[in-house]
């Protein structure tokens, strides 16, 4: 590279590509909440690991589902009603101690089993699926994977750039 | 592979007037694909009406091979040029529709839509006196002995965008191309999303673990700054002083810009 001149002379600021890619969007905004976490002293300190990690699991897909834009796509809607959904009534059981809630997950869960076909599999899976006609759910399982995919290589970049 | 023909020589066709497609493929979803054959039916009928042809790489044609998907545009506009010369080079490869139409001369309307076969085509769809261009009709030519009534065609038209919305997730999911059969791929499908799902569950345990073993703050402030900043680093942007941070400054000098990396895998290591 030839020297360049310090006073006068310096290389234009490369131009800001034009939209953010899918990348950089997640990157940012799971980058941001992770400081969140890991910089809030309440909640390094208690809980278990699980709780930790399931904290941290929940900025991961929260940031995921806001990077799209949070009410573009039907996953991203279905999956933040979840969220929000699964921390109020994390809240309600903290404070009440009730757990009247909590068979309402597994007694579903048992139900569906028997009859499993490709296409319910998918509809569990991708958030949002179970109201969606087939040819919606799968443009939505593409946007998803193509997220998904693209969370799991910013997480692991991360993880690799701080772990020894 | 310049045309987008369709290779019909026994068409039993008619003459166009106007025919549009603009049903089945929701106008949003692919501008390029409807044209505007103008001059081909001007050529071959004498008339100078507008009709809109969408050429699309049918299934069942002889040249899907050759065309692609993404050239459907190109091959519309293509398809237009060479529209005035379909009359002259008339040969059977080349007939297009309009070639047909010739032969038969009715007063029919056809639209080829995706699934259309090459051959033998056995039923029409009801005739249309020329209108405008926007119509709320598809005409469309059925296969060898298939229905053509209106729910066997909406039926054929779901069951393409279903396949065109498969063929997307093979591309996306590693590994997916050679497994044939719609089962087999959604089975695959499924394992890559909980696949994907364990890795972020797996991950997160592994960045709390992170946390807990050091504490990352400032550093990761300036992760988020750089990160802000998108650009690539010279050291004068340096607005944090922990060691870990200076050491990833360091590092990150002969990569700045990690976050437009490509290969998710590829992330170099700096220390």
């Not at chain 2, 002995?145 to 065609?153: F, R, Y």
Request: hydrophobic share 35%; net charge positive.
């Amino acid at each position: 590279m030839a020297p360049e001149d310090p006073v006068t002379v310096s290389p234009p600021p490369p131009p800001p590509p034009p939209t953010p890619s899918l990348k950089t969007k997640i990157a940012r905004r799971f980058v941001k909440s992770l400081a969140e976490v890991w910089t809030s002293r309440k909640l390094a300190t208690e809980g278990g690991v699980r709780k930790r990690a399931r904290r941290i699991k929940i900025a991961a897909y929260s940031s995921m589902a806001r990077a799209v834009g949070g009410s573009r796509r039907a996953w991203s809607r279905a999956l933040l009603a979840k969220l929000q959904g699964r921390a109020k009534r994390r809240c309600h059981l903290r404070s009440q101690r009730c757990l009247g809630l909590k068979r309402k997950r597994a007694g579903s869960r048992n139900m569906v089993r028997n009859e499993v076909s490709g296409s319910d599999k998918l509809r569990r899976l991708v958030p949002g699926g179970k109201a969606m006609d087939l040819c919606n759910l799968l443009e939505e399982t593409s946007h998803f994977v193509q997220c998904l995919a693209t969370q799991v290589k910013v997480m692991q970049s991360i993880a690799d750039r701080y772990s020894v | 592979m310049d045309a987008p023909i369709v290779n019909e020589s026994s068409f039993s066709a008619a003459n166009p007037s106007a025919y549009s497609l603009a049903e089945i493929w929701p106008p949003s979803g692919d501008p390029g694909i409807v044209g505007s054959g103008g001059p081909r039916a001007g050529n071959l009928d004498g008339s100078a009406e507008e009709s809109t042809v969408t050429e699309q790489s049918g299934s069942g044609r002889k040249r899907k091979d050759a065309n692609s998907e993404d050239e459907s545009s190109k091959r519309v506009s293509s398809s237009c040029v060479l529209g005035s010369d379909l009359n002259n080079s008339n040969g059977a490869k080349r007939t297009k529709i309009a070639g047909s139409r010739d032969e038969n001369g009715g007063s029919k309307v056809e639209v080829e839509a995706n699934s259309v076969a090459c051959n033998k085509l056995s039923a029409e769809q009801s005739a249309k006196p020329s209108e405008p261009p926007k119509q709320d009709y598809i005409h469309v030519r059925a296969r060898r002995g298939q229905a053509t009534d209106n729910h066997s065609l909406a039926e054929r038209a779901r069951r393409e965008k279903i396949s065109e919305r498969m063929k997307t997730l093979q591309d996306l999911v590693p590994g997916c191309n050679k497994i044939i059969g719609k089962a087999l791929v959604l089975d695959e499908i499924i394992n890559y999303i909980q696949s994907l799902q364990h890795q972020v569950e797996f991950l997160s345990m592994k960045l709390e673990a992170v946390n807990s073993r050091m504490d990352m703050s400032p550093a990761l402030d300036g992760f988020v700054a750089k990160d802000l900043m998108s650009q690539p680093f010279d050291g004068t942007g340096m607005m944090f002083a922990s060691q870990a941070a200076r050491d990833y400054m360091q590092g990150s000098q002969a990569q700045p810009d990690w976050l437009h990396m490509q290969t998710g895998g590829g992330f170099k290591r700096e220390t």
